[in-house]
């Protein structure tokens, strides 16, 4: 596995990074260097499951998924829970056409440039979610109402990923057969920009046109 870190988030021109991942939806591993030269790709580098929007990330890339597969490009959905954790939950949020892969040591992260950040510039932000929380929350207080609201139990594997006095960074990444980055969206941890959000899909299907030819 490739463990070496970058100090930006790779762009588009940038080579993607090798990286071997314990596979969550089939046994065995899966590696990076698998797809260049057979297909594009799409690799979603998110949080633990414990993190209610990185569910909700994974789970628009599972719908994605179809139309992507129509235009040759492969997605893989990466999270930071436990391989075994992770198993358990996709279990009961069947996503059987998606590939994901566990990396809880985060290491997939660095290699493709996406730092982790202070916990107290996290907790700066106010989250404003009309319709989903009832008043302006911390990211604690949010994630604690959501995962409450949407029946997600954090377990003891998940408070060891939260304990962390870091908070990692999101980002997905298209990649062409090449291995090149063609496409990008990254989180930004600052008030109204990118935080938690979900990417654009149409600009996203606009980039996997382009890399499909």
């Known amino acids: ?72 490009v492969e997605c893989l959905a990466v999270v930071n829970t436990p391989v075994e954790r992770a198993r358990l939950y996709f279990r009961y949020h069947p996503a059987p056409d998606l590939l994901a892969a566990s990396d809880p040591e985060r290491a997939s992260h660095r290699a493709f440039g996406l730092r982790e950040v202070g916990m107290d510039t996290v907790m700066a932000i106010p989250f404003h979610l009309p319709g989903e929380l009832p008043e302006p929350m911390d990211v604690m207080a949010m994630n604690e109402f959501l995962n ?36 990008n969206f990254t989180e930004v941890l600052e008030d109204g920009l990118n935080t938690f959000r979900a990417l654009n899909p149409e600009e996203l299907m606009s980039a996997a046109s382009q890399v499909s030819h």
């Open 1 to 72: 596995m490739s463990t070496s870190s970058v100090d930006r988030p790779l762009q588009p021109g940038d080579r993607a990074p090798n990286v071997v991942l314990n596979a969550i939806s089939r046994e065995g591993k899966i590696a990076l260097d698998d797809f260049r030269g057979r297909s594009p790709l799409l690799i979603g580098l998110f949080r633990g499951l414990h993190c209610p929007f990185c569910r909700r990330h994974v789970a628009a890339m599972a719908q994605l998924e179809p139309a992507l597969r129509d235009k040759g």
């Open 148 to 183: 409450k609201k949407e029946g997600y139990e954090i377990e003891e594997v998940d408070q060891q990923a939260m304990a962390s006095s870091q908070a990692q960074l999101v980002g997905q990444f298209l990649i062409d057969r090449a291995g090149i980055v063609r496409w």
